[in-house]
């Protein structure tokens, strides 16, 4: 569950709110309903009281936001909120259903099956027909399999929900196609610096307390939270609950803390975003921005040797023939990591990185490649011309294989400048090396010999 909700009093429909700075104002407490303990979670205790409270999230809350104008408009779509960890999504969902005075449900795709999933239609049913519409907001709704997935369709359709989804996962990857068209996707952002910093500023208020940090202290503390208010604020509390007779330095908060892990799934969307940021980085040939991702990976658990294949390929693709030594150096640091092992091997990975960001670049052996196999398959078995066949038995002689086949290295300069192409097949053009690095020289080779083959042709 995502941090940061104080129950606020229910409003009116949306048709009766007439703007939206109305909205979004802080109101006072119904004292009526149940408020958070004094000694409740802080993180329960800073809930915000209305979707204008929630923070980093402006692009969605603020009046031009899809939030904003949904909640003006006094009409909610389906949505999948998706977003990293402790940036607000369920309070987001939980203040809509409260903006828009609908009946709030929410279950949780971990502990939730299709028993739970029934019951809930059935009563929004139950709802419905008195005049009462439900949000139903679905936490971690990836978690659900496809079938469970389909089950929601006929129930969105109808109105008698408007599911609002929570994710961490890309929808893209992890939910039905039919039911992400019927829902819209709104991205929460990671929390940054000024929102986290904002968050310790109201567990400060609130409290009556200061963090006994230094300035610098207090900057390693959010940069700690990796973008997770959640998890600042519980570190916050720790803080807060423990006798500091003078205030922590960098290394003594590190002392007292542990670090929050960054967040990676190594079968998930985090693990190929960041290997899709390490290949373009390194094909722009940015070798600082190339590290950083390569040890984004290893320093989150990434395995050493995945990375290095993902690197190999980098090679071949968006090097190849401009440098050749990249594949070299790749293949060499395969060899040096099983040799050395982890840590000490992984510079190995490293050299092969900065090699492969700083070398010459050229995807021209790719491109060979896709248009070479292409032209494969769009002329199914065409025979080699006779001459350059092999001729094992006389019955193959005697029908012409092998027969005037020029031998290059007989020939002036090595090269006989025959044909090669099947008869029914004129001279493709796959690879056309660029004019950078190495591939510069086998350009002019290959020119020369071109010019070659005209002169023999006239």
């Not at 958070?36 to 929630?54: C, K, S, Y």
């Not at 005075?101 to 139950?126: N, P, Q, T, W, Y």
């Not at 670049?361 to 292409?374: D, I, L, M, P, T």
Request: proline share 6%.
């Amino acid at each position: 569950m995502d941090a940061f909700f104080i129950p606020f009093p229910r409003l009116a429909p949306a048709a009766s709110v007439t703007a939206m700075s109305d909205l979004f104002q802080t109101l006072s407490p119904d004292t009526s309903r149940h408020q958070p303990a004094a000694d409740a979670p802080l993180a329960d205790r800073l809930r915000p009281a209305n979707l204008g409270e929630i923070i980093g999230q402006d692009h969605l809350t603020g009046p031009d936001g899809a939030i904003g104008r949904m909640v003006a408009a006094g009409k909610l779509s389906s949505m999948i909120l998706w977003g990293p960890p402790g940036t607000g999504k369920t309070s987001m969902a939980q203040l809509l259903g409260e903006a828009t005075g609908m009946r709030f449900v929410a279950i949780s795709a971990v502990f939730s099956g299709v028993a739970d999933l029934k019951k809930a239609f059935a009563e929004a049913e139950k709802m419905a027909g008195a005049g009462q519409r439900t949000l139903l907001f679905v936490d971690e709704i990836h978690r659900f399999n496809r079938a469970q997935q389909d089950g929601f369709l006929p129930f969105v359709e109808r109105g008698t929900v408007v599911l609002v989804g929570a994710t961490t996962e890309n929808p893209s990857f992890e939910l039905n196609a039919a039911l992400l068209s019927r829902s819209q996707v709104l991205i929460l952002r990671r929390l940054d610096e000024a929102a986290l910093g904002t968050l310790i500023a109201r567990a400060e208020t609130l409290t009556g307390r200061s963090l006994p940090l230094t300035n610098d202290a207090r900057a390693a503390l959010i940069a700690s939270a990796d973008g997770d208010g959640r998890f600042l604020l519980n570190q916050v509390e720790t803080l807060l609950s423990v006798r500091i007779d003078a205030p922590l330095d960098p290394a003594g908060l590190a002392a007292l803390l542990h670090r929050r892990m960054p967040v990676y799934d190594k079968d998930r969307e985090g693990h190929y975003n960041l290997i899709s940021a390490l290949h373009k980085a390194m094909r722009g040939s940015d070798p600082q921005a190339s590290l950083y991702y390569l040890a984004r990976m290893l320093v989150a658990g990434e395995e050493p040797l995945y990375v290095l294949r993902r690197i190999t390929r980098f090679a071949s693709e968006d090097i190849g023939m401009a440098d050749p030594q990249a594949l070299v150096q790749c293949l060499a640091a395969k060899d040096a990591y099983a040799f050395l092992g982890s840590p000490e091997g992984e510079l190995a990975i490293v050299q092969a990185c900065l090699y492969c960001a700083t070398a010459p670049k050229s995807n021209a052996a790719y491109a060979a490649q896709k248009a070479a196999w292409k032209s494969a398959r769009a002329t199914g078995s065409l025979m080699p011309p006779s001459n350059i066949l092999n001729a094992p038995t006389k019955l193959m002689k005697d029908i012409g294989y092998g027969k005037g086949y020029a031998y290059d290295h007989d020939q002036a300069e090595g090269f006989s400048g025959a044909n090669y192409w099947p008869e029914d097949m004129d001279p493709q053009r796959f690879y056309q090396p660029v004019e950078r690095g190495y591939e510069a020289r086998i350009a002019e080779r290959m020119r020369t010999w071109e010019k070659m083959r005209e002169d023999n042709r006239r």
